[in-house]
């Protein structure tokens, strides 16, 4: 049986945005300014503000771990998979050192 702090419900779009990532189960949770939530053993996240509509939240996490917003999250992934889908635009773009065949230092790029 789950605390009674923790509330699992099914299928429920919490935001205002459809997002396919927010389908299936999501933990609901309670928090009021200054209180925090733990994600595992290393990840704090502190309730810093709550102003109308906007909750300002403090992260503490290890350097190796990527903390981004949704929506810079999404750029992030597209401009990657952009960058996979057009490797010939990447090199053109290099200066044009690799493009002498005296001296290539062992890096055959023709």
């Known amino acids: 049986m789950l605390p009674q702090n923790r509330r699992w419900r099914a299928g429920q779009n919490l935001g205002h945005r459809k997002s396919p990532r927010r389908e299936g189960l999501v933990l609901v949770l309670t928090r009021r300014a200054n209180q925090s939530i733990m994600i595992g053993h290393e990840i704090v996240v502190t309730?810093?503000?709550?102003?109308?509509?906007?909750?300002?939240?403090?992260?503490?996490?290890?350097?190796?771990?990527?903390?981004?917003?949704?929506?810079?999250?999404?750029?992030?992934?597209?401009?990657?998979?952009?960058?996979?889908?057009?490797p010939k635009k990447a090199l053109d773009a290099l200066p044009d050192f690799a493009k002498s065949d005296d001296d290539d230092g062992g890096r055959n790029l023709h």
């Open 47 to 86: 309730v810093l503000e709550v102003r109308g509509d906007q909750v300002r939240l403090g992260i503490k996490a290890p350097r190796s771990i990527d903390v981004h917003r949704e929506e810079i999250f999404a750029q992030l992934q597209q401009a990657n998979r952009d960058a996979v889908k057009s």
